[in-house]
C-alpha cells in the first residue's frame, strides 16, 4: 500500500491518516456498507438469480413427465381348497431365499411375455389393430425396463414398482406383472397336477384288471368246491361256511377292538388325556380340528412376536385355539366311550357265533381245507380291490385339485393411476432454483468484488491508497434525465452553472483551494493512464474558475497530445514552445476563452523536432510568471506512467491532482503513480474519480453526496 511521504508538503501540509474510529477494524461488517455493495451489484446479482430461475423454468417445461405405479403382493403358502388325504400345509412363513427366489421369478421374461400378452389382450394398439408377435415383445421389453421389483423391508411383501412417461402404462405394467405371476405359478402347478393324473390314469387300467382277475378265481374256486349258496348245496354247509366267516370275523373284529381299548386304557394311565389314541388320531373330525389348532398356533405365533396382550387380533386368536382344543378333547372323550361299548358288542357277537359255530361244526369239518383255500382266495381279492379303490381315489383328488390351484401368493394393494408426475418434482425445482439462483448471485457479487481491480468509492482512496478524496466527477449523461441530446462536457458547465454536473469541479476547486497549506496558485492535474478524464477536468476547472471571476490560465502541458488546446479551439501565433524556447513574451502566447474568460497556454500543433521545452529551469520561469500574474494556474499534465516530463511539472506545483476512472484503473497503477509522485518532491493533494455514474446506487460510497444524490434535487438545475 502507497504511503505518503511527509517531505513532499510544506510545513502546514501533514499526511493523510483515517480516523482512529475507521483505522480500528470493527467486530462486524458495516450493514450500510453491506447494502451499498450489494445495491452497486444488484444487476449482477439479480441477473444471476433470474438467469437460475429461467434455467430451472426451461428444464422444467422441456423435461418429459414421469409417472410411477406400485403394485404390492404378499407371498404366503396357499391351503388346498378341496379335502385330500394328503397332510395339510400348516402354511409357514416364507424365509428370506424363497422371497428372492419368488422376485427373481418375478423379474423374469417368462413374467414379461404373460404380462404382454394379457396387455395385448386387454389394451388397443396404438394404430388400433390387434397386438402382432412384434409388438408384443416390444411391449415385454418396455415392461422389463421399465419395472423395479424389491422386497418392502424385511416383511413378505414384495413392490412392483413401474416407471414411465404414461401414467397409465405404468399402473398397468405393475398389475399385470403381478397378474402374471400369479398366472405362472398356477400354470406350474397345474402342469404338475397333469403328470400326475397321467400316471394314475396308466396304473389305474392294470390295478382294475388286478381286482377282476382275483375276484374271478375267488368266484370260480366257489363254484368249484361248493363254498357258494345255491339250490345244489346243503344248509349245514352254508350255515358253516357263514359262521365260520362270521366268527373269524367277529374274532378279528373284537381283537382289534379289544386291543384298541387296551392300549388307550394304558395311554390314560400315563395321563395323555387321550390325545395320542390311535382312534383319536385316525378320527376325521379331530383331523380338522388338529388342522384348525395347527393354523390358529402359527397365527398366534406370528401375532405374539408383533403385538400385546391386549392386541384385539391376538386376543380372538387366543381364544378361538382354546375352543378349538376343547372341542377336540370333548371329541377324544367321545371316541374312547365309543371303544368301549365296541368291545362289549363285539364280545357278545363272538359268543353267539361260537354257540352257533358248536352246532354246525360237524358240517364244517367237511369243507375245513377249502374254506382255507377260500380265505386266501378272499384276502387276494380284497387286497386287489383295496389297491385299485385307493388309486381311484387319489385319481379323482388329483382332478378335483387341477381345476382349482391356487398361487402362492395374492395382492397386497393394486397400483392405480398416478394423477401427478414424480419427476419432475415442480415444487423442489423451484426451490432448488430460488437457493441455487441466491447462492449464485451472492457468489457473483463476492466474484465481482473481487475481481475489481479499480477505485470505487470514497472508502477504497482513503483506506486502501490512503489518499484524500478530492470528490466525484460524473458522467454528463448520469446526471441529465431522459435522453435529450447533450452539449459537451466544457461547455455544459457554462450553460447550466448550477447543474450536479458543474457543482462537482466546484467542490474539486474548492477541494484544492482549501486545502492545508499555503494558498494554492498552480495546481497540476494529472493521470495514471491516457483516457481517464485528465483534459475534461483540466478544462472544466479552469472554465468553472473563471466564470465565477478568478483570473485563471489553463497550461496545456500535454506536448503530445494537445488535449486542451483542441477542446478550447487554441489559436495564436505564438505558442507554449515560443515562450519556453524563445522567450516570447506570455501575453502574445496566450488564448482566451471569450465563453469563459479562461486564459488557455498552449501549443499549436505537436512539432516533429525531438526538442523538450519542459525542463526544469523554463518550468520554474513558467509557474514564476504565472503566479504572479493569476489567481488560479491549471497545469494539464501527461499520464505519469508514460510520460516523464509529467513528474517534473508535478513537483515544480503547489498542488497535485490525480484523476482515476472510477472502476477502470486498477489500483496498482495508482499506486504507482502516487510512488513515482512522492519520490520526484510533488505534493500529492488528494485524487478524484472521474466518469462515475450516479445513477448506481451509492456510486462513490456512503461517504460522498452522490449516495444522496435524490435528496439533492431541488439544489440542481440539470
Known sequence: MTTIDTRSFDSADEP??????????PLLPDPGFLWQVF????????????????????YLATATPMYSATASMIVEPASGPVRTSEPVSTGMIPNTDEIDTEIRLMSSPLVAQ???????????????DPFTKEEVEVVAARMTGTTRILRSGSSKIIDITSNGPDAQFAAATANLIGEAYLQSQIDNKSQRSQSTQEFLNERLSELEHNALTAQAALDNYRAARGLVTSNSGTNAEQEVSNLNTQLASARAELAEKQGRLNAARQQLARGSGGADVGAALGSGTIASLRQQEARASAELAVLTERYGELYPERRQTESELADIRRRIQEEINRVLSNLQADVQTAQSRVASLTASRQTAIGAMTTNSRAQAGLNELTQKAEAAQAIYQSFLERSQEGTALRDSEMPDARFATRAEVPKSPYSPNYVLTIA??????????????????????????????????????AGAIPTLKSTVKGRQALEAPQDYVLSHPHSLFAEAFRSIRTFLMLSPGKRSRAI??????????????????????????????????????????ELLQYESDHDIYDYLLRDTPIEQCIYRDEMSGLDI???????????????????????????SRYDVVIIDTAPVLGVAESRLLASTADRVLVITHWRKTSIRAIEAVVDMLIDSGAKVTGLALSQ????????????????????FRGYYNN
Open 16 to 25: 493523510f491518516q483515517p480516523a482512529p474510529e475507521e483505522a480500528r477494524a
Open 39 to 58: 445495491r452497486r451489484n444488484a444487476l449482477l446479482v439479480f441477473g444471476l438469480f433470474f438467469l437460475v430461475l429461467l434455467c430451472a423454468a426451461a
Open 114 to 128: 404373460i404380462a404382454a400378452h394379457l396387455y395385448s389382450e386387454r389394451f388397443a394398439s396404438p394404430d388400433g
Open 432 to 469: 432448488l432454483a430460488i437457493v441455487l439462483g441466491l447462492v449464485v448471485g451472492f457468489v457473483g457479487l463476492l466474484t465481482s468484488e473481487y475481481l475489481r481491480r479499480g477505485v470505487q468509492t470514497k472508502r477504497d482512496v482513503e483506506r486502501r491508497l490512503r489518499l484524500r478524496y
Open 524 to 565: 497540476a492535474i494529472t493521470s495514471a493512464l491516457p483516457g481517464e478524464g485528465k483534459t475534461t477536468t483540466s478544462v472544466c476547472l479552469g472554465r468553472t474558475a473563471a466564470a465565477e471571476g478568478l483570473k485563471t490560465i489553463l497550461v496545456d502541458a500535454d506536448l503530445r497530445r494537445r488535449g486542451s488546446s
Open 601 to 627: 497556454l498552449g501549443s499549436n500543433e505537436v512539432p516533429e523536432s525531438g526538442q523538450n521545452p519542459l525542463r526544469e529551469d523554463t518550468v520554474d520561469k513558467m509557474l514564476a510568471e504565472l503566479r
Open 692 to 711: 462515475v455514474n450516479i445513477k448506481k446506487y451509492a456510486s462513490t460510497g456512503d461517504g460522498d453526496v452522490y449516495a444522496y444524490a435524490k435528496k
